[in-house]
């Protein structure tokens, strides 16, 4: 099949399908096309779906996939306006009712320490969706206070004590990072920038899929494309973080 015919078949998609190829694919920012979204295919079905308390599911983090976290990374992920007005409410919602402790956001009562990957995927929506960067400093502070010595993050590293980063983790902070600092925020980003280096760094140390100890494949699921992603690694959300954000930031796509 030829370029041509994989782009007409990606644009007979849906209208969230069609704003990305357009913006990314043919360097056609059409805003108006992303008004679309919320108002038919993929994106309209997911807000038709809110709750009268602004949440989805049952609350923030339950029932599993269906809540209201997964929901609006996956409506950042479709590219939802950044304005739309259904995403507020949840989205004070969490800021209000969901931060721990430690600053970062903590759904689970009974885990003292936020988990680092579901703050990675929060920054990456929130900022998305222009939350104020005075409601973000926190989380912000959460996440650098999690860095590991070999470079990445890892969620586990609240209950069991991992010592090793994680890929699926790591690359979740790596693209909060990256839309945080696209969004214009500046609070702390010179150390936000230094970790999503050592962070890029600790997936290259492991040729985006491979063992950096046997030289195997990790896992045959990271060479598998597929979505919605959530908080799974692929090579090619890891590939979309080094590649694609780098270029848009240097004007380049």
């Known amino acids: 099949m030829e370029s041509r015919e994989i782009i007409e078949w990606l644009l007979s998609g849906d209208v969230s399908l069609q704003y990305q190829v357009y913006r990314d694919l043919l360097m056609d920012d059409r805003p108006q096309l992303r008004l679309r979204i919320g108002r ?35 409506l950042r992920n479709l590219c939802l306006d950044p304005d739309h007005p259904a995403v507020k409410e949840p989205l004070g919602k969490i800021l209000w009712e969901e931060k721990g402790c430690d600053g970062g956001i903590n759904p689970a009562g009974s885990v003292a320490v936020s988990d680092v ?11 998305w969706f222009k939350v104020p960067e005075a409601d973000l400093r926190s989380a912000v502070d959460f996440i650098l206070s999690q860095k590991m010595p070999d470079g990445g993050f890892n969620c586990r590293s609240n209950r069991s004590g991992a010592i090793h980063s994680s890929l699926h983790t790591t690359l979740s902070v790596l693209e909060g990072i990256t839309e945080y600092e696209r969004n214009g925020c500046v609070y702390r980003l010179a150390e936000l920038r230094e970790a999503r280096a050592k962070g890029n760094e600790f997936i290259l140390l492991h040729r985006l899929f491979l063992s950096d100890k046997t030289g195997r494949v990790i896992d045959p ?25 780098p270029a848009l930031r240097q004007g380049l796509l």
């Open 40 to 74: 038919e295919g993929w994106g309209a079905e997911y807000l038709a779906r809110r709750r009268s308390d602004g949440h989805w599911g049952l609350k923030f983090y339950q029932p599993k996939w269906t809540y209201t976290h997964y929901t609006l990374l996956d």
């Open 117 to 127: 990957c579901i703050n990675g995927m929060f920054l990456n929506y929130a900022s």
């Open 221 to 245: 699921r990271f060479l598998t494309l597929s979505y919605p992603g959530r908080w799974y690694y692929d090579i090619l959300r890891a590939l979309r973080v080094r590649v694609v954000y």
